[in-house]
């Protein structure tokens, strides 16, 4: 089984940075494509950031230029750096990764969330 903790949400003021983690533990042999989403009150969960394990990006146009998606393999660990935060950044953020367990089989995984609020 793997787990995927989320850190580092909580409040902010619009213009300002958050850092969000997301290690992955558990019976984990490496893990491929990782990812950010978001799901705002009211609204379907959306790409926020993607990664895959030779660190190539993409972005939601919503966030381009102001997030950044970087990751440690070694750590087992992704991260989103949110700069000039805006008040419509508000959600809850989801970690995603898909994982080749031990027994060389490649699952889904996403992890609990964590919130994120930006004040105007």
């Known amino acids: 089984q793997v787990q995927l903790v989320e850190s580092g949400g909580g409040l902010v003021q619009a213009g300002g940075s958050l850092r969000l983690s997301c290690a992955a533990s558990g019976s984990i042999f490496s893990i491929n494509d990782m990812g950010w989403y978001r799901q705002a009150p009211g609204k379907q969960r959306e790409l926020v950031a993607g990664i895959t394990r030779g660190g190539s990006t993409n972005y939601a146009d919503s966030v381009k230029g102001r997030f950044i998606i970087f990751r440690d393999n070694a750590k087992n660990t992704v991260y989103l750096q949110m700069n000039s935060l805006k008040p419509e950044d508000t959600a809850v953020y989801y970690c995603?990764?898909?994982?080749?367990?031990?027994?060389?089989?490649?699952?889904?995984?996403w992890g609990k969330g964590t919130l994120v609020t930006v004040s105007s």
């Open positions: 995603n990764a898909d994982v080749k367990g031990r027994d060389y089989y490649v699952m889904n995984y």
